[in-house]
């Protein structure tokens, strides 16, 4: 069955449910980890948002737009916390119990940061 916009449906019972198929672009885009946080965030969290980027075509998109900018966020944080907090090779080499601390120290503040100003937002 289908109308005058070229929507098809399917009888479940005694209704009738819309055919929606997923863009072919929407299927080759591959999310990381914090694409596939921000779905999951949208899709608990804001629900009308989600399914409006849905039903446009864009949510796979929107999603890896926010994975491109976690992800460059969270390398540009490290490097920056490193330097200035003097974690070096050097601290490697002499102390590798104090580099690793210190490294998972920044590592967690720097994800905290990409939460709550891109993933969760």
């Not at 990381?32 to 608990?44: N, R």
């Not at 104090?98 to 939460?115: F, G, K, L, P, T």
Request: glycine share 4%.
């Amino acid at each position: 069955m289908s109308n005058k916009n070229s929507i098809s449906y399917r009888n479940v019972g005694d209704y009738n449910i819309p055919n929606l198929v997923l863009p072919p672009e929407e299927a080759n885009i591959t999310l990381g980890k914090w694409g596939m946080l921000h779905k999951d965030y949208l899709l608990k969290n804001k629900r009308v948002l989600f399914t409006t980027l849905f039903t446009q075509g864009k949510l796979y998109q929107h999603c890896a737009e926010v994975e491109t900018q976690a992800r460059d966020m969270f390398d540009t944080l490290i490097e920056q916390m490193k330097a200035a907090e003097g974690v070096t090779e050097q601290l490697k080499e002499e102390n590798q119990m104090e580099w690793v601390c210190r490294m998972q120290n920044i590592e967690a503040r720097a994800r905290e940061v990409v939460y709550s100003e891109i993933v969760f937002k």
